[in-house]
């Protein structure tokens, strides 16, 4: 019979079956929080686009708003597509409800305190409701 010469532990190569599970356990384990996090990170990266689009469509409407008198602004309901232009309802995916405050703002009849709601599929029908004072031009 022939005797296979002893190999010295400290030459032996390679990875027990044992080793070689532990490490994928270990390994997968550190995964799994990770892979959670970055779903959260990317609803709350679509959450900030939306609110982004929605404050920029906010200021648009309200830039138009002065160009317009008070009286036509209050309860007046636009269509907007996803840039915020106006469109036909049926098209419009973005809601934009306009609210003017009864009431003048610092006894000038010209700054009036106006008040926009965005709702629609475009936010996951969530309002996002704006404010500013605005100075009328248009009268």
Known sequence: MIQLPRVPSRLRQGFSLVEVTLALGVVGAAFIPLLALLSVGFATL????????AALIAQRVLASAQMAP????????????????????????????????????????????????????????????FSATVANLGD
């Open 46 to 53: 679509k959450e900030s686009n939306a609110d982004v689009k």
């Open 70 to 129: 008070f009286d036509a602004l209050s309860g007046a309901t636009l269509y907007l597509d996803f840039e915020g232009r106006e469109v036909a309802s049926r098209e419009a995916v973005i809601q934009a409800r306009l609210n003017v405050s009864a009431t003048n703002f610092l006894n000038s009849t010209n700054l009036r305190r106006v008040s926009v709601t965005l709702n629609g599929t475009a936010f996951q029908n969530q309002a996002r409701v």
